[in-house]
């Protein structure tokens, strides 16, 4: 599979209003993007984008979790040659010990189901303006749960699982599709990790370029370098030590 260069390529950013996806975003417009879809469940938190007054951006009201709103995004978005499958939700609690299932099957319907909706909505356009690339951003979580946050890694690991069956079913259509795998990130989602974080736009970036590189399973941070050479080594001994992070 060939590499896909971000630079006069249109691009949809799903969860673009903070944190990663507005990173990706203002990367993408700084790497040279010819178009860059912006998109968030509540447009208006899009402000801050628009305020750039970049004629390449366009915003869109999308909350992946809703099929009438991926579906009117594919029929407003059909040059998108880039899909970037960025929205997620987490902070479910525990399993065992909370009954209520709420919280954990809006993780799945976010973090899961959300890229699946997109992906086949969006996988007919792709094809159709030449093969493009689908990029899921995943977690190291979705490769060894962590107590912490068990639905949200198992919500991700779920999404791991789907970004290697649809890598498997678009080939025949010269898809690229690339799994990110980062550590802790500097966002609301993990301001409260007792981690060193690296920054969106550093995840961005590096994103990009391993795109273009044709790189199909991204780590785009030494904390997840360094834990997936860990994981090869023993990933029991992974396992137990992410079982005590609670």
Do not use: W
């Amino acid at each position: 599979m060939s590499g896909v260069s971000i630079k006069e390529k249109t691009v949809l950013v799903t969860g673009s209003n903070r944190g990663i996806g507005k990173s990706f975003v203002l990367q993408a417009l700084a790497m040279g993007a010819k178009k860059v879809y912006a998109t968030a469940r509540d447009e208006s938190t899009l402000a801050e984008l628009v305020e750039l007054n970049d004629s390449r951006l366009t915003t869109l009201s999308l909350d992946v979790s809703n099929q009438a709103q991926v579906d009117a995004a594919a029929h407003n978005a059909i040059d998108v040659e880039i899909l970037i499958n960025n929205s997620g939700v987490g902070g479910g609690g525990p399993i065992i010990g909370n009954a209520d299932e709420a919280p954990k099957r809006l993780e799945m319907d976010v973090n899961y189901f959300g890229p699946m909706k997109m992906s086949i909505a969006f996988a007919p356009i792709l094809k159709s303006n030449g093969g493009g690339a689908i990029i899921n951003i995943l977690s190291i979580s979705s490769l060894c749960s962590f107590a912490f946050a068990p639905g949200y890694s198992a919500s991700k690991a779920a999404g791991h699982s789907l970004t290697q069956a649809i890598r498997a079913e678009l080939a025949k259509q010269g898809t690229l599709v690339c799994g990110v795998y980062p550590g802790p990130i500097d966002t609301d989602m993990a301001k409260n990790l007792p981690f060193e974080k690296a920054s969106p736009d550093s995840v961005a970036t590096l994103t990009y370029e391993a795109m273009s590189a044709a790189v199909e399973d991204i780590y785009p941070d030494p904390f997840a370098v360094e834990f997936v050479k860990q994981l090869k080594i023993d990933p029991k001994a992974v396992e137990k030590s992410n079982a005590s992070s609670a």
